[in-house]
C-alpha cells in the first residue's frame, strides 16, 4: 500500500482493494497447480494406455459438468466459512467435527500421493530426455531425487519469483497444447473425422468408473481457489468466476486434446500406441520445434506440480497445526514465514518413496505414477462427495441467504452423481489400476483412506474428551486462534472486507 | 525533534514491536514485510487498547474515546476507527500496509532511528538505530524479565503475544531458550491472564498471520 495511506478516512476498501487479487491471477495461481500440460501429456495418454477404452474424452467433458455443479455449492458455502480452501473445513461444518479430522487425514493422504506420484513420471521423463539429447543414461530415480531436493529447497526458503515463473510457464503450456491439438486435428487418421469419442453415451460401453476417476484426477488443483478468498478483490464474484473459468479453460482443453489423440491414431489404435509410446504420443503431433517445446514443459509442467501439491500438503498440516489437530509444531513458522516442518514432513515423505521405489526397482510411471497417483484422485473424489453432502446439510441447517439452486439443487445433484463415481471406481478398483481382474493392489490402495478415515474419527473422539479446546476449533485452520468455535464464522466478514463499498 | 527516551522507561509498544522486527545493528528486517506490517498494525491497535481509547471485541474494534490524544499517529487512526466499520482482521490488514513507514517515521521523529539510504538502487532505505543500546533494549529487558520469572506487566505480556502470534518469539527470545529454557514453558500461562480484548487482539493478529502464510502472499 502507497505510503500515506492514512491521509483520508473512508478509503479503507478501496486502499486495500488495490493490493488484491483479481480474477485472472487467482484463475494463473489455480491453473498453475493443475498443471495442464502433466494431464494432457501424463493422465490422458497413461488413462488410454492402461483402461484401454476409448471414452477419455467424454469422461472429460462428463466429468467438467459434474465439477461445474459440485462448485456452485462449494464456492457459496466458501463464502460462510474459515479457512474454506481445505475440504475438511467444509466437512466439519456441515458433517461435525468427527468426519471433519477423518477428512482431514484423507486430504493429507490423497495430496501426499499426487505429490510423489508426481516423480515418478518427471523422473523417466528427464531421464528419456537426457538420453535422447545427450545419449547419456542416468536412472530415473537420480533425476526424482534432483527434482525433490528443488522442491525440498523451495519449500524451505521464500521465494518470490516463483509466481511469475509458474505464471509464465502455464501460458506456454497452454500455448504449446493448443498448438499441439490443431495440428493433430489437421490430420485426422485415414483422413476421416470422427466425434464418437467425444459421445457420453461411450462411457456406457465398460470401464465408466475408471475413466471417470482418471478424468478427476486430470482436475485436481481447480479446489484451491477458495484459498484465495481472503486475498481476492471481492471473493463474493472473485472465487466462483474464477472457479468455473478455470473448469471451463482446463474441460476444452483435456477434451480436445484427448479427441485429437484418438482421431489422429485412430480410435481403435489410440490404445495401443498410447501403451507404446505414453507421453510421446502428444508430442508427436507436433513439428521438431513443438514437440521439443512440448517435451520440455512437459518436464517443467511435472515439476510445477510437484511443487503446488508440496505446498497443498503443507498447507494442510499447517492448518491443522494452528488447530492443534496436529502437534503444534506445524502450525509454527520460522522467522522467513515458512512452515518448515510442515514442509519437511512432506518432503521427507517424498524422499522415503522415491528411495523405496528406486530400491524395490519398481516401474515409476505404473507403479509409482499412475497407481499413487490414481490412488490420489480416488481420494480427491471422496473429498468431493464428502463436501457435497456437507454442503447440502449446512444449507438445510442455515440458508444463509443463498437460493434453493445453490442451496440443494447443484450440490444434490453433485451428491448423488460423486456417490456413483465412487461406487463405481471402488467396486472396479483393479481395473482402474490397469489388472483385468481382482488384485491385491486393488484392494490395498482404496483402503488405505478407510483407514485415513478410522483414525481420523477416533482422533477426533480423543480431542473431545481430552482436549476440548482443541476439538472446538478443528476445522478454523489459522483461524482457530480467534478461539470463537466454528459457531462464529471469523472468516466471513473479513471474506468480503473489500466487496462493502468499495 | 524530541530527546529520546530516557533508559529504563518503556517505549511505546509499536517501536518496541519495530525494534524487535529488526536486527539489532544492521537493521534488516527480521520478518517477511506483510507479516511485520500485520504485528505492527496489532501493536498500534494494542497502543489504543492500552490507554483505554479503543476495545477488540467481537472480531471488531470498538472506540471507546477518540478524544484528541499526544501522538499524531494514534489520532489519525482514531479517525479511521471511529468513521468506518470493519473487522478487526480487516483493521490489521488496512493499517499493515502502511504500519512500517508509519512507525518508523513516528521513531525518526522521537529520534529513535535514522533514514540510511539505500546501498543499492533494488535494495529498499533501511532504517537503523539513532544510538547503540536503543535497538536491544526492549529484547533485553523482556529477555530478562522471562529469565528471572519476573510478574510481567500488561503491556509486556501483549508484546509476548504479539512476538508469539507473528512468530518474531523465535529470534527475539533467544537468549531465554540459552539460559532459561523452562522459563518458556511459563509463558503460555502468562499469556491466559491477558485481558480478553487484549487476548482477542493477539489472536485475531494470529489468525491474520497465519492466513498469509496459508496464501504465500507475505
Known amino acids: 500500500m502507497a505510503r500515506g495511506s492514512l491521509a483520508q478516512p473512508g478509503s479503507v476498501s478501496a486502499a486495500l482493494a488495490r493490493d488484491r487479487l483479481g480474477v485472472p491471477s487467482v484463475v494463473y495461481f489455480v491453473l498453475a497447480g493443475v498443471a495442464p500440460l502433466t494431464v494432457?501429456?501424463?493422465?490422458?495418454?497413461?488413462?488410454?494406455?492402461?483402461?484401454?477404452?476409448?471414452?477419455?474424452?467424454?469422461?472429460?467433458?462428463?466429468?467438467?459438468?459434474?465439477?461445474?455443479?459440485?462448485?456452485?455449492?462449494?464456492?457459496?458455502?466458501?463464502?460462510?466459512?474459515?479457512?474454506?480452501?481445505?475440504?475438511?473445513?467444509?466437512i466439519t461444518r456441515g458433517l461435525g467435527r468427527e468426519a471433519g479430522v477423518a477428512g482431514a487425514l484423507i486430504a493429507l493422504l490423497a495430496y501426499n500421493l499426487l505429490q510423489v506420484g508426481l516423480y515418478g513420471m518427471l523422473g523417466p521423463a528427464v531421464e528419456g530426455y537426457v538420453q535422447q539429447k545427450a545419449g547419456v543414461d542416468v536412472k530415473w530415480w537420480i533425476w526424482?531425487?534432483?527434482?525433490?531436493?528443488?522442491?525440498?529447497?523451495?519449500?524451505?526458503?521464500?521465494?518470490?519469483?516463483s509466481g511469475r515463473v509458474l505464471g509464465a510457464l502455464l501460458t506456454l503450456e497452454v500455448l504449446v497444447i493448443a498448438a499441439l491439438t490443431v495440428e493433430g486435428a489437421m490430420h485426422p487418421a485415414g483422413g476421416h473425422v470422427?466425434?464418437?469419442?467425444?459421445?457420453?453415451?461411450?462411457?456406457t460401453k465398460g470401464g465408466i468408473g475408471a475413466v471417470l476417476a482418471i478424468a478427476v484426477l486430470g482436475y485436481?488443483?481447480?479446489?484451491?481457489?477458495?484459498?484465495?478468498?481472503?486475498?481476492?478483490?471481492?471473493?463474493?464474484?472473485?472465487?466462483?468466476?474464477?472457479?468455473?473459468?478455470?473448469?471451463?479453460v482446463i474441460g476444452v482443453l483435456y477434451a480436445a486434446a484427448s479427441w485429437v489423440l484418438s482421431l489422429h491414431y485412430g480410435v481403435s489404435q489410440v490404445a495401443a500406441v498410447a501403451a507404446q509410446q505414453g507421453p510421446g504420443m502428444l508430442f508427436a503431433l507436433g513439428s521438431n520445434v513443438l514437440n521439443n517445446a512440448g517435451q520440455v514443459l512437459f518436464m517443467t509442467s511435472l515439476f510445477a506440480a510437484a511443487l503446488a501439491f508440496h505446498n497443498a500438503c503443507w498447507r494442510y498440516s499447517f492448518a491443522l497445526g494452528r488447530e492443534h489437530v496436529l502437534p503444534g509444531s506445524f502450525g509454527r513458522t520460522g522467522v522467513n514465514g515458512v512452515p518448515k516442518t510442515a514442509s519437511a514432513v512432506q518432503s521427507a515423505i517424498g524422499l522415503?518413496?522415491?528411495?523405496?521405489?528406486?530400491?524395490?526397482?519398481?516401474?515409476?510411471?505404473?507403479?509409482?505414477?499412475?497407481?499413487?497417483?490414481?490412488?490420489?484422485?480416488?481420494g480427491i473424489l471422496i473429498l468431493l462427495a464428502l463436501t457435497s453432502i456437507a454442503v447440502v446439510r449446512f444449507f438445510a441447517l442455515e440458508r444463509a441467504g443463498e437460493n434453493l439452486w445453490r442451496r440443494l439443487i447443484a450440490p444434490g445433484i453433485s451428491v448423488v452423481v460423486l456417490l456413483v463415481i465412487v461406487y463405481l471406481?471402488?467396486?472396479?478398483?483393479?481395473?482402474?489400476?490397469?489388472?483385468?481382474?481382482?488384485?491385491?493392489?486393488?484392494?490395498?490402495?482404496?483402503?488405505?483412506?478407510?483407514?485415513?478415515?478410522?483414525?481420523?474419527?477416533?482422533?477426533a473422539l480423543y480431542l473431545r474428551s481430552r482436549r476440548p479446546q482443541v476439538y472446538e476449533v478443528i476445522g478454523m485452520g489459522p483461524d482457530a486462534a480467534t478461539g470463537h468455535g466454528t459457531a462464529t464464522p471469523a472468516a466471513a466478514p473479513a471474506a468480503s472486507l473489500a466487496g462493502e463499498g468499495a | 525533534m524530541r530527546p529520546a527516551q530516557a533508559p529504563g522507561r518503556p517505549g511505546r509498544l509499536a517501536d518496541d514491536f519495530f525494534l524487535m522486527a529488526h536486527d539489532e545493528?544492521?537493521?534488516?528486517?527480521?520478518?517477511?514485510?506483510?507479516?511485520?506490517?500485520?504485528?505492527?498494525?496489532?501493536?498500534?491497535?494494542?497502543?489504543?487498547?492500552?490507554?483505554?481509547?479503543?476495545?477488540?471485541?467481537?472480531?471488531?474494534?470498538?472506540?471507546?474515546?477518540a478524544a484528541a490524544c499526544g501522538d499524531?499517529?494514534?489520532?489519525?487512526?482514531?479517525?479511521?476507527?471511529?468513521?468506518?466499520?470493519?473487522?478487526?482482521?480487516?483493521?490489521?490488514?488496512?493499517?499493515?500496509?502502511?504500519?512500517?513507514?508509519?512507525?518508523?517515521?513516528?521513531?525518526?521523529?522521537?529520534?529513535?532511528?535514522v533514514r540510511a539510504s539505500r546501498r543499492r538502487p533494488w535494495q529498499a532505505g533501511r532504517w537503523v538505530p539513532a544510538a547503540a543500546g536503543v535497538a536491544a533494549r526492549p529484547t533485553a529487558l523482556l529477555c530478562t524479565a522471562l529469565i528471572r520469572g519476573q510478574r510481567l506487566d500488561e503491556r509486556s505480556l501483549l508484546l509476548l503475544g504479539l512476538l508469539r502470534a507473528t512468530g518474531l518469539d523465535q529470534p527475539v527470545l533467544w537468549e531465554v531458550r540459552q539460559s532459561e529454557p523452562h522459563a518458556l514453558r511459563r509463558i503460555d500461562g502468562a499469556l491466559a491472564l491477558l485481558r480478553p480484548p487484549l487476548a482477542e487482539l493477539t489472536g485475531q493478529t494470529e489468525a491474520a498471520v497465519g492466513n498469509a502464510i496459508a496464501t504465500r502472499r507475505f
Not at chain 1, 49 to 78: E, W
Not at chain 1, 144 to 161: E, K
Not at chain 1, 194 to 203: A, D
Not at chain 1, 431 to 437: N, V
Open chain 2, 25 to 65: 545493528t544492521s537493521g534488516k528486517p527480521r520478518l517477511p514485510e506483510r507479516i511485520a506490517g500485520l504485528g505492527l498494525a496489532a501493536a498500534l491497535l494494542g497502543e489504543l487498547a492500552l490507554s483505554g481509547r479503543v476495545e477488540p471485541r467481537d472480531g471488531t474494534v470498538a472506540v471507546l474515546d
Open chain 1, 220 to 248: 485436481t488443483g481447480f479446489e484451491q481457489s477458495p484459498v484465495y478468498a481472503e486475498e481476492a478483490r471481492d471473493s463474493r464474484r472473485t472465487i466462483p468466476a474464477a472457479t468455473y473459468f478455470s473448469l471451463a
Open chain 1, 40 to 90: 494432457t501429456a501424463g493422465v490422458i495418454t497413461t488413462a488410454y494406455a492402461v483402461t484401454g477404452l476409448t471414452s477419455v474424452p467424454a469422461a472429460f467433458i462428463v466429468v467438467a459438468v459434474v465439477l461445474s455443479l459440485f462448485s456452485v455449492g462449494y464456492v457459496a458455502m466458501a463464502r460462510h466459512i474459515s479457512n474454506a480452501g481445505a475440504f475438511y473445513a467444509f
Open chain 1, 144 to 161: 526424482a531425487l534432483a527434482a525433490w531436493a528443488v522442491v525440498t529447497v523451495l519449500g524451505l526458503i521464500r521465494v518470490d519469483i
Open chain 1, 194 to 203: 470422427t466425434f464418437s469419442t467425444l459421445n457420453p453415451g461411450e462411457l
Open chain 1, 425 to 459: 471406481c471402488t467396486s472396479n478398483y483393479s481395473l482402474l489400476l490397469g489388472y483385468t481382474k481382482p488384485s491385491m493392489p486393488g484392494k490395498v490402495l482404496p483402503s488405505l483412506f478407510a483407514l485415513a478415515a478410522v483414525v481420523g474419527v477416533g482422533w
Open chain 1, 352 to 378: 522415503a518413496v522415491i528411495l523405496a521405489y528406486a530400491a524395490g526397482g519398481w516401474n515409476p510411471q505404473n507403479d509409482l505414477f499412475f497407481w499413487l497417483g490414481t490412488t490420489g484422485g480416488y
Open chain 2, 72 to 113: 499524531e499517529l494514534a489520532g489519525r487512526m482514531l479517525e479511521f476507527l471511529k468513521q468506518e466499520q470493519h473487522p478487526t482482521r480487516t483493521w490489521l490488514a488496512f493499517f499493515g500496509g502502511s504500519a512500517h513507514e508509519e512507525v518508523g517515521l513516528r521513531m525518526v521523529g522521537d529520534g529513535l532511528l
